[in-house]
T-cell receptor, first 115, second 111 residues
Framework: AQSVTQLDSQVPVFEEAPVELRCNYSSSVSVYLFWYVQYPNQGLQLLLK??????LVKSINGFEAEFNKSQTSFHLRKPSVHISDTAEYFCAVRGLTGGGNKLTFGTGTQLKVEL | NAGVTQTPKFRVLKTGQSMTLLCAQD?????MYWYRQDPGMGLRLIHYSVGEGTTAKGEVPDGYNVSRLKKQNFLLGLESAAPSQTSVYFCASSDASGGYTFGSGTRLTVV
């Protein structure tokens, strides 16, 4: 079984400042890792994912995350945030084998970008 | 291309009433899921399906039933609604790579 910890429930940041949203996972098997974003009153949208290969993955809107196996982390970063990045961000994990492709989600981090 | 469509978007039930939430996907995905989202608890898996005619229990299955008679549809039923089932329900589907496509959610209030 897998679990995900997002320690920060809320992260306030000023526009154009950098941000890091933390994600740590626990698993007895190799994993795939995901970040999803949820805007108010909408469903979740895939932001980026790590399946294999380069441990640094990037999204089209400037976010990036790095898979660190030794620290069991997959932190999300952006060097300069915009007001439109205000949303809730969920980290998720699934095991490589079996389990019906089930994702286990963290409790989410609310990113609030202020002027 | 609609992706994943959930109906209804909003519903208010009285305690003890029953209802069915419908999820439809047009991406030919094998896997489908029902999650509930509650403040501070993230998303919790209720039931899932790995293909037409199959269903399996997730993390919080009590009080819910599901059916997957057709590959594109995944139904979530509440036989006797309770206030604890007040939540936002999300359906999702995925292919073998595991990336999910979510519906826009159903906001259910049980009074």
């Amino acid at each position: 079984a897998q679990s995900v910890t997002q320690l920060d429930s809320q992260v306030p940041v000023f526009e154009e400042a950098p941000v890091e949203l933390r994600c740590n996972y626990s698993s007895s098997v190799s994993v795939y890792l995901f970040w999803y974003v949820q805007y108010p009153n909408q469903g979740l949208q895939l932001l980026l994912k790590y399946l294999s290969g380069s441990t640094l993955v990037k999204s089209i809107n400037g976010f990036e995350a790095e898979f660190n196996k030794s620290q069991t982390s997959f932190h999300l970063r952006k060097p300069s945030v915009h007001i439109s990045d205000t949303a809730e961000y969920f980290c998720a994990v699934r095991g490589l084998t079996g389990g019906g492709n089930k994702l286990t989600f963290g409790t989410g981090t609310q990113l609030k970008v202020e002027l | 291309n609609a992706g994943v469509t959930q109906t209804p978007k909003f519903r208010v039930l009285k305690t003890g009433q029953s209802m069915t939430l419908l999820c439809a996907q047009d991406m030919n995905h094998e896997y489908m899921y029902w999650y509930r989202q509650d403040p501070g608890m993230g998303l919790r898996l209720i039931h899932y399906s790995v293909g037409e005619g199959t269903t399996a229990k997730g993390e919080v299955p009590d009080g819910y039933n599901v059916s997957r008679l057709k590959k594109q549809n995944f139904l979530l039923g509440l036989e006797s609604a309770a206030p604890s089932q007040t939540s936002v329900y999300f359906c999702a589907s995925s292919d073998a790579s595991g990336g999910y496509t979510f519906g826009s959610g159903t906001r259910l209030t049980v009074v």
